[in-house]
């Protein structure tokens, strides 16, 4: 498309934005009904998360035969799943070879970003805008911008003076970085962070690791894949496609150790120990239900793995102080799987600075100045601060609704969704990875986006059997889900403790646990539920 064909405006039956895991699912199953739809991608080419996430050690910690598409068994089997958690290059050729087979980059433009999407009250239609000059008039407007790509890139006064290096994890460049000799910082220890940390530790002059909340982790364990191991994921195949849909978290497996209450001390902890030795995520998402809910429970985990750390830290005193958490709880927001991240620290390459007590106060053309004058010479700065999770890929969107009200402004006062997958005010906007939907925080990401995009498409689908125009939750559908959303959020322990999950890493937004906790099996069950009994309380006109 040349500049000069941009001032007409184009039409189209849908506009998907993103063309990740939700997006190239979401473009495959539009196309299928039949519709015309225009993909609209920021990055030069598919992947989502797994295009712009390059940095150095990047790796699922969810297990690669799980983190499936489980729509076509051929497809699936055509993955060369070679470890149980694989890297980013591998995701991403992936993700290529998806696009490839199912033929879907001729529906994109890519090198593409949404500026504006405005609902038209006469037309009943989308007209999305974009950075290109395109003027696209559709009748559905459907998100999959992604749940943590909206970068928090441009955290820090100065940064623009930095006069060496400076990258944030997710927008890290393709080519090489060469880190040997180099005075190297880290801001962030999420799951990121982590990654980096573990990773570029070897490779550095020296390190140094800005610390502000110590991290709860879980060591990964990382077997090569066998041609045995394939051949038994393919056999299991259509048994692990109904399982990720009926579990708490969209995995395969489920709480399968009874009640915290019922088990004694040493029952408990034989639990935590084989778990733990597994190295995956079970240890979070399936030790016991009341970890989630329970202090005392929380506390007895918590505990244990907060001796996990300890005796990986040599038992260190300030290396402890530093790194283990103490005021909050295991399992209360992510938790990360790592390979050699604490080990990290204890080389004589590597510090860590606490940032707490004494933060961040700007970045300096050196390096990084906290708050007591001290600066820390750098070469390179890699941000790994993480994202406006959630809201940030569609509040950086200007999306007019009914009447011009903006998107931005109603999130800005109350994040608020009918289950994940539209917003009261914004007809035939539909969403995937959106808050209030089990996404991300508390979900095997594949189960879920794909379970709402197939949502998505089935509505879309019924919408243009029925002849209808739009589809919209009523004010009090919406009401009816936030408050059940609430509900159950509230009666767990993940409200209690600040991260993205309560959108607390973000002046000023909105407190809300921004995914759904009630488990990825009763959200899909409400979902089809909608489905089956023809989307009460949205309105189709
Ligand atoms: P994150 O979890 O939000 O972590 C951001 C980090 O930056 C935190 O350690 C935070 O510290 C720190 N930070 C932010 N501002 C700071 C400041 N002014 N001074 C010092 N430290 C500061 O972001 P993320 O690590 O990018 O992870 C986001 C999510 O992406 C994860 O939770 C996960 O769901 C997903 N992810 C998944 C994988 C995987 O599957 N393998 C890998 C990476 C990411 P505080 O905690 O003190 O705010």
Redesign the pocket.
């Known amino acids: 498309m040349t500049a000069s064909s941009h001032s007409t405006v184009r039409q189209c039956d849908a506009v998907v934005v993103g063309a990740g895991i939700a997006g190239l699912y979401q473009m495959h199953r539009l196309r299928e009904l039949g519709l015309s739809v225009q993909g609209i991608e920021a990055g030069t080419n598919v992947g989502g998360t797994w295009y712009w ?1 390059r940095y150095p050690g ?5 297990q690669s035969e799980l983190y499936q598409y489980w729509f076509s068994k051929e497809l699936y089997e055509s993955v060369p799943l070679s470890e149980r ?1 694989l890297a980013q290059p591998e995701l991403e050729k992936w993700l290529q070879g998806v696009a490839d087979k199912l033929d879907l980059k001729k529906s994109y433009q890519f090198s593409t970003r949404v500026e504006a999407a405005i609902f038209n009250d006469e037309t009943g239609r989308w007209l999305v805008k974009t950075d290109q000059g395109d003027q696209i008039d559709c009748k559905y407007f459907v998100s999959c911008a992604g749940m ?1 790509s909206a970068p ?1 890139s441009n ?2 006064k100065g940064q623009e003076t930095f006069k060496g290096k400076l990258f944030h ?2 927008r890290w460049p393709k080519e090489e970085i060469d880190f040997s000799g180099k005075k190297v910082g880290v ?9 980096v940390i573990q990773s570029v530790a070897p490779l550095a002059g020296h390190l140094k690791v ?4 110590p ?1 709860y982790t879980i060591r990964m364990n990382n077997p090569q894949y066998t041609e045995a191991d394939r051949q038994k994921f393919h056999q299991e195949f259509e048994t692990n496609k109904a399982l990720v849909n009926t579990t708490f978290s969209g995995f395969q497996y489920d709480f399968e150790n009874g009640s915290w209450h019922d088990a004694t001390p040493e029952e408990r902890q034989q639990v935590y120990e084989k778990l733990w030795s597994e190295g995956t995520l079970k240890l979070w998402l399936a030790a016991y239900f009341e970890v989630f809910v329970e202090q005392e429970a929380n506390d007895d985990i918590s505990e244990f793995v907060r001796n996990k750390l300890r005796a990986r830290l040599n038992h260190d005193p300030e290396l402890c102080d530093l790194l283990v958490p103490k005021d909050y709880g295991f399992a209360t ?2 938790v ?2 790592e390979n050699g991240y604490l080990e990290a620290f204890l080389r004589p390459n590597v510090t860590g600075v606490a ?2 007590e004494n ?2 106060v700007e970045v300096v053309p050196e390096g990084i100045k906290l708050q007591d004058g001290t600066v820390h010479e750098l070469d390179m700065l890699i941000l ?4 406006d ?1 959630g809201t940030g890929a569609l509040t950086r969107i200007d999306i007019r609704g009914r009447g011009g009200r903006k998107l931005a402004d109603d999130w800005g006062r109350d994040i608020r969704t009918t289950m994940g997958l539209q917003v009261h005010g914004y007809p035939n906007l539909f969403t995937v990875g959106a808050p209030l939907a089990p996404s ?2 508390l979900c095997n990401m594949t189960t879920c986006l794909q379970q709402q995009a197939g949502w998505i498409a089935d509505a879309i689908a019924h919408l243009e059997s029925k002849g209808l125009h739009t589809m919209e939750p009523s004010a009090e559908k919406e009401d009816e889900w936030v408050r059940h959303h609430d509900e159950i959020a509230n009666a767990t322990l993940l409200t209690k403790t ?3 999950y309560m959108g607390s ?1 973000i002046p000023g937004k909105p407190r809300r646990l921004l995914s759904y906790a009630g488990g990825v099996n009763v959200y899909k069950q409400a979902c089809d539920e909608a489905k089956a009994s023809g989307y009460p309380g949205f309105n189709l006109a």
């Open positions: 996430n990047a790796r699922l910690d969810s958690f943590l928090m955290l820090f994890t997710a801001i962030g220890i999420g799951a990121t962070g982590i990654q800005f610390v502000r909340t991290q927001h992510r990360p799987l940032v707490k933060p961040i790994a601060t993480g994202f999770a991300a925080a600040d991260s993205w890493n």
